[in-house]
């Protein structure tokens, strides 16, 4: 079936600087996106989440781009703070509420002093 | 507001026994959903309720797994009996409305089977 997939398992990134989690989508029915930050040993959390009718959104210090041309998805996060550290799952789905969540596999992002 | 409750945090049992989770969604949500996050993968969904009625098992093992929402409030998810290959955290969501979007998750039963 279609799937959701992530293009990087690891990010190592620099405190300070600027981290881009990319993520795949094979769907092109889907019309829903949304990215969530997960920390060990907790479930996954909430961080930003974008319609197919736009292209950008921006949130507190996050930004999600969408490319619908190339099925592209990715997760900026400004000036990468220690407590970032986390693994980032995309997911998606389509249109209708019969139509559940599919959720990648994560990239583990790994902030650095 | 009160998040999404989960217990027990974690659970150790050997295979063949049985096992029960319990999940309480935020006050006001109408939709709940129990997933399975196997280590090192996205969660997976196992069963969504919407009030006390099932939306979608298609990807409940239903020879061992069962789960309820009698009230249309809090939530149990039973495995009887259990395998190795269950061992994951479990993990309970739930959103304000029925499309399936923007889910809240609580923090998770880790299952481990012996």
């Known amino acids: 079936g279609e799937s959701v997939g992530l293009h990087l398992p690891t990010l190592s990134v620099q405190e300070g600087d600027n981290s881009i989690i990319n993520c795949a989508y094979s769907?092109?029915?889907?019309?829903?996106f949304i990215w969530y930050k997960q920390e060990s040993g907790k479930g996954p959390q909430f961080i930003i989440d974008?319609?197919?009718?736009?292209d950008k959104r921006q949130g507190q210090r996050v930004t999600v781009l969408l490319n619908k041309t190339v099925k592209h998805l990715s997760l900026q996060i400004a000036a990468t703070q220690p407590g970032d550290s986390a693994v980032y799952f995309c997911?998606?789905?389509?249109?209708?509420?019969?139509?559940?969540?599919?959720f990648g596999t994560g990239t583990r992002l790994q902030v650095t002093l | 507001e009160a998040g999404v409750a989960q217990s027990p945090r974690y659970k150790i049992i050997e295979k063949r026994q049985s096992v029960a989770f319990w999940c309480n969604p935020i006050?006001?949500?109408?939709?709940l959903y129990w997933y399975q996050q196997i280590l090192g993968q996205g969660p997976k969904l196992l069963i969504q309720?919407?009030?006390?009625?099932?939306?979608?098992d298609s990807q409940l093992p239903k020879d061992r797994f069962s789960a309820e929402r009698l009230k249309g409030v809090d939530s149990t998810l039973k495995i009887q009996p259990a395998k190795l290959e269950d061992s994951a955290v479990y993990l309970c969501?739930?959103?304000?409305?029925?499309?399936?979007?923007?889910?809240?998750f609580g923090s998770g039963t880790q299952l481990s089977v012996l």
């Open positions: 309720f919407q009030n006390n009625g099932v939306v979608d």
């Open positions: 997911a998606e789905k389509s249109a209708g509420t019969a139509s559940k969540l599919t």
């Open positions: 974008i319609r197919s009718n736009m």
């Open positions: 769907n092109s029915a889907s019309d829903y």
């Open positions: 006050s006001g949500h109408a939709t």
């Open positions: 969501a739930s959103s304000f409305g029925t499309a399936n979007e923007k889910l809240f």
